[in-house]
């Protein structure tokens, strides 16, 4: 595969649920994004990692945990989530930080009942 | 903080007409701005990164302007195609921050 690949593309989850998002880059870049994108608001940034260490934690709830273990995966692990948590959700990557071209991934749309 | 804005909000056009964008950011110190495209449901999909020292960028049918004392960038579309329906975002990166900052977007219909 190349590019920026997300799993799932879709997920259904209630509140009291515990699930992960996957984020894989195939591009070998050393940053990693989360983005939220909610229906009639401007894309969120949520966390930035840079060769693996968090560098940005945009004020976002707890019960959003990233989890970078490489720098060609990221994950985001959700816990009792709000429905106004439903939204997609991006990963990008890039090679750098300092504003290198970001290469984003489809996203996950996520419904929170 | 940097806000960043766009105009029009959404856009309709018959095909093969020539179209511009336009974007508007607060801080005058971006390292860069970046236009992306997001079709339906989908990702982002990179158009053109301008670098702050650059007036615009070319990329077959589209130009990006960047003037950073007004605040300004605006994405020319020329020749419009049904094909160029979607919605269109700018982005600045900032000297002193370390990600990008969004604009809401334009959404660009084409008829045919």
């Known amino acids: 595969e190349t590019g920026v690949t997300q799993t799932p593309r879709h997920l259904v989850m209630g509140m009291t649920n515990k699930k992960s998002l996957k984020c894989e880059q195939h591009l070998g870049h050393n940053a990693m994004y989360w983005y939220k994108q909610s229906a009639k608001k401007p894309l969120e940034l949520m966390f930035v990692y840079n060769f693996k260490e968090q560098t940005e934690n945009n004020s976002v709830p707890s019960r959003f945990s990233p989890e970078c273990p490489n720098s060609s995966h990221l994950f985001l692990h959700l816990h009792t989530l709000q429905p106004e948590d439903s939204a997609l959700y991006l990963c990008?990557?890039?090679?750098?930080?300092?504003?290198?071209?970001?290469?984003f991934g489809p996203g996950t749309r996520l419904l929170v009942l | 903080k940097q806000e960043v804005t766009q105009i029009p909000a959404a856009l309709s056009v018959p095909e093969g007409e020539n179209l511009v964008l336009n974007c508007s950011f607060t801080d005058s110190a971006i390292y860069n701005l970046q236009w992306f495209r997001q079709d339906p449901g989908k990702g982002l999909t990179s158009l053109l990164l301008i670098q702050s020292s650059q007036r615009e960028q070319t990329s077959g049918r589209l130009n990006a302007s960047l003037d950073k004392s007004s605040g300004r960038s605006t994405l020319y579309i020329a020749a419009s195609q049904p094909g160029d329906s979607a919605t269109y975002l700018c982005?600045?990166?900032?000297?002193?921050?370390?990600?990008?900052?969004f604009g809401p977007g334009t959404r660009l219909s084409v008829l045919p």
């Open positions: 982005a600045a990166f900032n000297n002193y921050g370390q990600n990008f900052v």
């Open positions: 990008a990557s890039s090679p750098g930080l300092a504003g290198y071209d970001q290469y």
